[in-house]
Nanobody, 115 residues
Framework: QVQVVESGGGLVQPGGSLRLSCAASGWIFKVATMGWYRQAPGRQRDLVAWISTGGTTNYGDSLKGRFTISRDNAKNTVYLQINSLKPEDTAVYYC?????????WGRGTQVTVSS
Protein backbone atom coordinates (compact mmCIF):
# COMPACT_ATOMS: atom_id res chain seq x y z
CA GLN A 1 0.00 0.00 0.00
CA VAL A 2 1.29 3.42 -0.94
CA GLN A 3 0.75 6.47 1.21
CA VAL A 4 1.90 10.02 0.79
CA VAL A 5 1.86 12.60 3.55
CA GLU A 6 2.46 16.24 2.75
CA SER A 7 3.62 18.77 5.33
CA GLY A 8 5.26 22.15 5.70
CA GLY A 9 2.46 24.46 4.64
CA GLY A 10 1.25 27.44 6.59
CA LEU A 11 0.45 31.12 6.57
CA VAL A 12 3.23 33.26 5.18
CA GLN A 13 3.57 36.87 4.14
CA PRO A 14 4.17 37.85 0.52
CA GLY A 15 7.84 37.53 -0.29
CA GLY A 16 8.38 34.77 2.23
CA SER A 17 9.53 31.20 1.69
CA LEU A 18 8.34 27.72 2.54
CA ARG A 19 9.72 24.24 2.16
CA LEU A 20 7.13 21.56 1.67
CA SER A 21 7.84 17.90 2.30
CA CYS A 22 6.19 14.77 1.02
CA ALA A 23 6.93 11.47 2.72
CA ALA A 24 6.00 8.52 0.56
CA SER A 25 5.76 4.97 1.82
CA GLY A 26 5.78 1.85 -0.25
CA TRP A 27 7.71 0.71 -3.24
CA ILE A 28 6.43 3.34 -5.64
CA PHE A 29 8.79 6.05 -4.54
CA LYS A 30 11.85 4.05 -5.52
CA VAL A 31 10.78 3.72 -9.13
CA ALA A 32 8.48 6.67 -9.82
CA THR A 33 8.83 10.16 -11.08
CA MET A 34 7.25 12.25 -8.34
CA GLY A 35 5.36 15.48 -8.72
CA TRP A 36 3.99 18.38 -6.74
CA TYR A 37 0.57 19.71 -7.65
CA ARG A 38 -1.55 22.53 -6.31
CA GLN A 39 -5.20 23.43 -6.27
CA ALA A 40 -6.36 26.96 -5.59
CA PRO A 41 -9.94 27.63 -4.47
CA GLY A 42 -12.34 27.24 -7.35
CA ARG A 43 -9.66 26.03 -9.74
CA GLN A 44 -8.48 22.73 -11.10
CA ARG A 45 -5.50 20.89 -9.70
CA ASP A 46 -2.38 21.76 -11.69
CA LEU A 47 1.12 20.36 -11.90
CA VAL A 48 3.78 22.48 -10.22
CA ALA A 49 6.85 20.36 -10.93
CA TRP A 50 8.09 16.80 -11.28
CA ILE A 51 11.37 15.07 -10.58
CA SER A 52 12.58 11.71 -11.88
CA THR A 53 14.40 9.11 -9.82
CA GLY A 54 17.62 10.34 -11.41
CA GLY A 55 16.97 13.98 -10.56
CA THR A 56 15.71 15.36 -13.86
CA THR A 57 13.22 18.12 -13.17
CA ASN A 58 10.49 19.93 -15.00
CA TYR A 59 8.32 22.85 -13.92
CA GLY A 60 4.90 24.14 -14.83
CA ASP A 61 4.57 27.17 -17.03
CA SER A 62 5.93 30.37 -15.42
CA LEU A 63 6.88 28.59 -12.19
CA LYS A 64 10.55 27.90 -12.78
CA GLY A 65 12.72 30.25 -10.78
CA ARG A 66 10.70 30.52 -7.60
CA PHE A 67 9.98 26.80 -7.18
CA THR A 68 12.59 24.11 -6.68
CA ILE A 69 11.74 20.43 -6.47
CA SER A 70 14.16 17.92 -5.00
CA ARG A 71 14.11 14.43 -3.59
CA ASP A 72 15.98 12.35 -1.06
CA ASN A 73 15.70 8.76 -2.21
CA ALA A 74 17.16 7.44 1.04
CA LYS A 75 14.37 9.10 2.99
CA ASN A 76 11.59 8.48 0.45
CA THR A 77 10.88 12.19 0.58
CA VAL A 78 10.22 14.83 -2.03
CA TYR A 79 10.62 18.53 -1.28
CA LEU A 80 9.29 21.72 -2.80
CA GLN A 81 11.07 24.94 -1.96
CA ILE A 82 9.00 28.01 -2.73
CA ASN A 83 10.60 31.44 -2.60
CA SER A 84 9.20 34.94 -3.11
CA LEU A 85 5.72 33.72 -2.32
CA LYS A 86 2.81 35.59 -3.87
CA PRO A 87 -0.86 35.68 -2.88
CA GLU A 88 -1.66 33.75 -6.06
CA ASP A 89 0.42 30.85 -4.71
CA THR A 90 -2.30 30.28 -2.12
CA ALA A 91 -3.51 26.71 -2.64
CA VAL A 92 -3.50 23.21 -1.26
CA TYR A 93 -0.29 21.51 -2.36
CA TYR A 94 -0.23 17.79 -3.04
CA CYS A 95 2.35 15.29 -4.10
CA UNK A 96 1.78 12.25 -6.25
CA UNK A 97 3.51 10.35 -8.95
CA UNK A 98 3.80 11.97 -12.35
CA UNK A 99 1.56 11.28 -14.13
CA UNK A 100 -0.69 11.29 -11.08
CA UNK A 101 -2.61 8.24 -9.99
CA UNK A 102 -5.95 8.68 -8.27
CA UNK A 103 -5.17 6.16 -5.56
CA UNK A 104 -2.09 8.10 -4.39
CA TRP A 105 -3.66 11.47 -3.57
CA GLY A 106 -3.03 12.51 0.02
CA ARG A 107 -4.67 15.26 2.03
CA GLY A 108 -2.27 17.93 0.88
CA THR A 109 -0.82 20.83 2.82
CA GLN A 110 -2.38 24.29 2.81
CA VAL A 111 -0.25 27.25 1.78
CA THR A 112 -1.76 30.67 2.42
CA VAL A 113 0.07 33.80 1.34
CA SER A 114 -1.35 36.90 2.92
CA SER A 115 -0.26 40.00 4.76
Amino acid sequence: QVQVVESGGGLVQPGGSLRLSCAASGWIFKVATMGWYRQAPGRQRDLVAWISTGGTTNYGDSLKGRFTISRDNAKNTVYLQINSLKPEDTAVYYCNTWPARNEYWGRGTQVTVSS
